[in-house]
């Protein structure tokens, strides 16, 4: 296998790599909204059940718990579009030409403050459900 195939099919496998991952992050937060939702509501049918309060501490628990996953698989996905912008402005692309580079300078700077103000934001969220229940029911 010369140096080009090489460069080809490592190319296709790291984007394959970052679908996955992108796929991974987006899971990780419908999971979590799907889950903190399903808490919310039991809590809010049985507020007087035992332990009611400190279930509400779980989503906090979870949301902070899938925030670092999905932060350290954006962490792999940086580092594989990294590589990627490497490889195409190593290849003698024109300017302007090669996704990743087009992509850093574009998308890739929203859809990182989106993801960073999802995780955020649900957990204040979270937090602030937690409290303001936890002092309703004292």
Not at 15 to 21: D, I, L, V
Not at 33 to 57: D, E, F, H, K, M
Not at 85 to 114: I, S, Y
Not at 128 to 138: D, E, H, I, L, W
């Amino acid at each position: 296998m010369n140096a080009e195939d090489y460069l080809l099919k490592e190319c296709e496998q790291l984007r394959t790599m970052y679908s996955e991952n992108a796929k991974e992050i987006w899971d990780g937060e419908r999971y979590c909204l799907l889950a903190t939702g399903a808490i919310w509501s039991w809590c809010a049918a049985n507020p007087n059940a035992l332990g009611v309060r400190y279930l509400l501490w779980a989503p906090v628990l979870l949301t902070g718990v899938l925030s670092l996953r999905a932060w350290a698989t954006y962490a792999k996905m940086a580092a594989i579009q990294a590589y990627l912008r490497k490889v195409e402005n190593t290849a003698g692309l024109d300017h302007g030409l090669g996704w990743e580079r087009g992509f850093a300078q574009q998308a890739g700077k929203f859809r990182t403050a989106t993801g960073w103000a999802f995780w955020l934001i649900l957990i204040a969220t979270t937090i602030g459900v937690a409290v303001a229940f936890g002092r309703s029911s004292a």
